[in-house]
């Protein structure tokens, strides 16, 4: 037998105690007991904070809303998803080809993988959904001559058109003179449609009976400013933390704050949409992100950020009861 | 019963209850026993069936007294490691009240009394466990709880955490509401910058819901059972820099204090 004492304790006999079963004093423990009585409160907690505070459920937007309120807008998109103007229309992979996506020095990936849920802006949007229901005679021909057109000349008439609308600010009787051929007929054909609300349906269905994808829908939401406008009232755009907040006062995705942070760096959300950082922001805060969760998935494996609980003592605080009956080492 | 035979059920009258078939039987044997069949499979303790390999690394690594303990060590007081079991138990209120909202669906939720405060369950139930959850990893960070070969079991917590992030995400994509609509159109820029958005496609419903609902809930439950299998089998780690009994202290009067290690 032999005698030891604390202080005298091997440095390294000492760490050995964490990876070797314990040898000091026992408590009783119900841990049975603990998960059920856990399980109770949670179950209470749950039960008074939903009954006292109830939930966010804002209704979803609809073309119809977008067009009776803001019909200005929303012919306007029209022009520019026939134009091939609009963000969806100009967006590249995944959607189409019209641009490369974003690549951050060697890593090009949306590139790499190409169209994997086609969008085809003017057809998708404007003309398979005028097509698809009886129209006006005005509107039938518009569709025919525009059928009947190249592509060239559709593209023609779509991008002069949609240039002299944003001249006249937006305001289709103050458009200039010009050849637009059946462009302003299709677009406020589609207006109309959606105003009587047909339009929500048709993009829903796309032709078939079940259907589960909303892509089309939510990027033709997202072209125009009716959404952006409702996210902006709702504190919900990604330069005001709206990452993490909900709409009314409800708490949000807060676990999100640190991916939030990122784009609260001027650098990373500058009013000029050139400044590499700001228009390449999505990709390096992701990667970001992913360096991040590495680093806390491997913190015990790396030196110095694994020894910060060592250098700040909040474990003593934790442990107070236990150190208090235990010698200083 | 034979004196010799430590079984009932092995008794030659009843052998034939044991057997496939009186054909398996040998009738021509004094006892009617087939010498081929093993008069108690299973007790064999050096048995090399698969079933007895993994019970006996079943129990070797985790027998009943660490899965379902009674005791904990001296140290295991404090309100920090209520956070744990405080996220399993919020986990159980998230699993049924989701349930419940992805049988009677979204009309339902929407529309109806009943619906809305089972969503609002839902809700609350997530908030507070993603506060319980955060509250133990910083917990178990400033406790250094991944000494003693314990780094699978913080890797294993910090994958639970990622996971939850995830399922949590998609389930503000299926809410099928105005934040929906907003969230996926914004999510989708940073998710097809890195190309993610070629294979997950946030304003597919379908798609959404059944990672929401099945697989990620599926993937955080299996990795939360594995990190508390870990939390088990290795013990709660001991506070920084503590000695245990192995070491006796010095007694104030100086005299030196008898070792307890056998």
């Not at chain 1, 001027?266 to 700001?278: A, C, I, M, R």
Request: aromatic content about 12%; some cysteine.
């Amino acid at each position: 037998m032999t005698t030891r004492t604390a202080d005298r304790a091997p440095a390294a006999k000492r760490a050995d105690i964490a990876s070797r079963e314990w040898k000091g004093p026992w408590r009783r423990y119900d841990i049975v007991k603990e998960g059920v009585i856990a399980l109770v409160v949670v179950s209470i907690l749950t039960v008074l904070l939903a009954g006292l505070f109830s939930s966010p459920d804002e209704p979803p937007l609809t073309f119809q809303g977008w067009a009776t309120s803001a019909p200005d807008n929303f012919y306007a998109t029209a022009v520019q998803e026939l134009a091939g103007t609009s963000t969806s229309a100009g967006y590249g992979p995944p959607y189409n080809t019209a641009a490369d996506g974003i690549s951050v020095g060697p890593l090009a990936p949306q590139q790499r993988f190409g169209v994997t849920h086609p969008v085809d802006a003017a057809n998708d949007f404007v003309i398979t959904p005028l097509r698809s229901q009886l129209q006006s005679a005005d509107v039938t021909d518009a569709l025919a001559t525009w059928d009947s057109a190249s592509s060239d000349q559709q593209t023609a008439w779509a991008t002069d058109y949609d240039t002299a609308l944003t001249d006249a600010d937006g305001d289709a009787t103050k458009v200039a003179d010009g050849d637009y051929g059946p462009v302003p007929v299709l677009a406020q054909g589609l207006t109309d449609m959606a105003s009587a609300g047909a339009l929500d349906g048709i993009l829903m269905s796309q032709g078939v009976f079940y259907q589960t994808d909303f892509t089309k829908q939510i990027l033709f939401l997202g072209d125009g400013s009716y959404l952006d406008d409702a996210a902006t009232a709702a504190h919900l755009q990604g330069n005001t933390w709206g990452m993490m907040n909900e709409t009314g006062s409800y708490p949000g995705q807060a676990w999100l704050w640190l991916y939030s942070f990122w784009y609260q760096i001027p650098q990373f959300n500058s009013d000029n949409p050139d400044d590499y950082l700001t228009s390449h922001a999505d990709a390096i805060i992701f990667y970001i992100m992913a360096v991040l969760s590495l680093v806390l998935l491997l913190l015990p494996f790396i030196p110095g950020l694994r020894s910060i609980p060592r250098w700040i003592p909040i474990h003593r605080l934790i442990w107070r009861d236990f150190y208090r009956t235990q010698p200083k080492s | 019963m034979t004196a010799d035979s430590p079984n009932p059920a092995v008794e030659p009258d009843n052998v034939q209850a044991v057997v496939d078939s009186p054909a398996d039987v040998d009738t021509g044997s004094s006892v009617g026993l087939d010498p081929t069949v093993d008069p108690d499979p299973g007790i064999d303790p050096s048995s090399s069936m698969w079933t007895s390999r993994l019970r006996r690394a079943w129990m070797s690594k985790l027998p009943p007294d660490e899965l379902l303990p009674d005791r904990q060590p001296a140290y295991v007081a404090s309100w920090i490691y209520v956070f744990g079991v405080l996220t399993l138990a919020a986990f159980l209120v998230i699993l049924v009240t989701g349930l419940v909202l992805a049988f009677a669906g979204p009309a339902w939720y929407h529309t109806s009394s009943p619906g809305l405060f089972t969503n609002s369950l839902h809700f609350w139930s997530v908030q507070l466990f993603f506060v319980f959850m955060v509250v133990h990893l910083w917990g178990k960070f400033w406790m250094a709880a991944w000494r003693g070969r314990r780094a699978m079991t913080w890797i294993t917590g910090v994958v639970a955490f990622l996971a939850s992030i995830g399922t949590a995400f998609t389930g503000y994509l299926v809410q099928t509401n105005f934040d929906s609509q907003w969230i996926s159109f914004e999510a989708k820029d940073g998710l097809n910058a890195v190309g993610i958005g070629a294979f997950f496609n946030v304003a597919n419903l379908g798609q959404m819901l059944l990672l929401h609902a099945c697989l990620l809930p599926l993937v955080v439950g299996v990795i939360a059972v594995w990190h508390v299998l870990l939390v088990r089998s290795r013990g709660v780690v001991p506070p920084i820099d503590t000695v245990d009994t192995e070491f006796s202290v010095t007694p104030a009067d100086g005299a030196s204090a008898t070792e307890v290690r056998p």
